[in-house]
């Protein structure tokens, strides 16, 4: 069976419940693992495909937060200028 606990990267990235599936599924007899084993390593795969997207979803909105952040500033710098100009007009 090719349920590898003992890597570390690996049993770092799955939660502990699917960790403790596979040590249950490796205590099983030879033909019951097999039975299990594309089951598994399914929700391995899944797991991990979630967590990288859910990576990158929170990269993406730490960018856009950032994003807002500078447009907030220009947009109150701009308005800044604006009274400025708005007032030297108004003087003349």
Do not use: C, H, W
């Amino acid at each position: 069976m090719n349920i590898r606990l003992t890597d570390e990267t690996d049993s770092a990235s799955l939660p502990r419940e699917v960790i403790d599936l596979g040590k249950k599924i490796a205590e099983l007899p030879r033909e019951q693992q097999e039975l299990l084993e594309v089951s598994y390593s399914r929700v391995v795969e899944s797991v991990k495909r979630r967590r990288r997207i859910l990576g990158l979803i929170q990269e993406a909105l730490a960018q856009l937060r950032l994003d807002v952040k500078y447009l907030m500033f220009d947009l109150d710098i701009t308005k800044k200028e604006r009274d400025e100009l708005k007032a030297r007009l108004e003087e003349t």
